[in-house]
């Protein structure tokens, strides 16, 4: 007599990685993470919820069923404005399996881009926002990267948060080229008739504690650099389209 050999149909789900560790990076910044998963069983496996443990770290999916054998990615963006020093956030992955819900963590820190002023990307989540810094030169550059099809999504925004009492003056040097390429303003209130209104923005003052938005309108979708003064410092500025 023979032993029947019982196999459940069931999915099973392997993550190649569960923790990511982005490093040091500026506050500001929101790094794009990659969690990667597999389908080791022999049914469809379906995530049907990820969780997040703050509203500072958003997850997605491409697809809600993966097929027996194959392999698919979940990616968490985290947000790091008003996020200073340690990160330690997780998502937790529900399936079809089962089992418990399984937990993938982001690591690492972030620092201020300068004690007295804040810079972030207060735009569209399309436009991943990074600084990149020359030792060399110390010298810290602001990257936007935008997806083609971003012009006719609205502009690009650099929000300026001044941390201190007292008034920082920031200029802007647009080179014929870039004027091609982009037009900016800055969104001022006009205190005489309480009204807002968009004004050319070849200087403006952030007053103390106060914050103003830079808005980046794309004319042409080719890459742009300009710079920022803040303060008479230079801050290089470019838009790539990925």
């Known amino acids: 007599m023979m032993n029947a ?3 459940y149909a ?4 392997q993550f190649i990685n569960t923790e990511v560790n982005v490093g040091e990076i500026y506050e500001g910044e ?3 993470v990659k ?5 080791t069983g022999n049914q469809p496996l379906r995530i049907t919820q990820v969780k997040s443990s703050c509203g500072c770290y958003s997850p997605s999916w491409e697809r809600d069923s993966t097929p027996p054998g194959a392999i698919d990615t979940i990616r968490a963006k985290y947000s790091s404005v008003a996020h200073l020093g340690g990160i330690s956030k997780s998502i937790y992955v529900v399936t079809n399996t089962g089992e418990k819900d399984i937990e993938l963590m982001i690591r690492g820190s972030v620092k201020t881009f300068a004690p007295d002023l804040q810079l972030y990307s207060g735009g569209s989540p399309m436009v991943s ?3 990149v810094e020359d030792a060399k030169i110390k010298q810290r550059s602001i990257v936007f990267h935008a997806p083609k099809g971003s012009k006719e999504k609205g502009p690009v925004t650099l929000v300026f948060a001044n941390k201190v009492d007292k008034e920082k003056e920031v200029a802007i040097v647009l080179d014929s080229t870039a004027r091609q390429m982009v037009s900016l303003r800055v969104l001022k209130s006009e205190l005489a008739n309480n009204k807002l209104a968009y004004i050319s923005p070849d200087k403006f003052f952030i007053t103390k ?3 103003e938005i830079l808005y980046i309108n794309i004319l042409q979708e080719k890459n742009v650099q300009f710079n920022v003064l803040i303060d008479a410092q ?3 500025v470019s838009l790539l389209f990925d």
Request: glycine letters at 0%.
């Open 209 to 211: 504690k106060d914050t």
């Open 35 to 39: 969690y990667i998963y597999k389908n």
């Open 5 to 7: 050999v019982i196999v």
């Open 10 to 13: 069931q999915p099973r789900l």
């Open 234 to 236: 230079p801050v290089s």
């Open 129 to 131: 926002f990074n600084v």
């Open 30 to 32: 929101m790094p794009e």
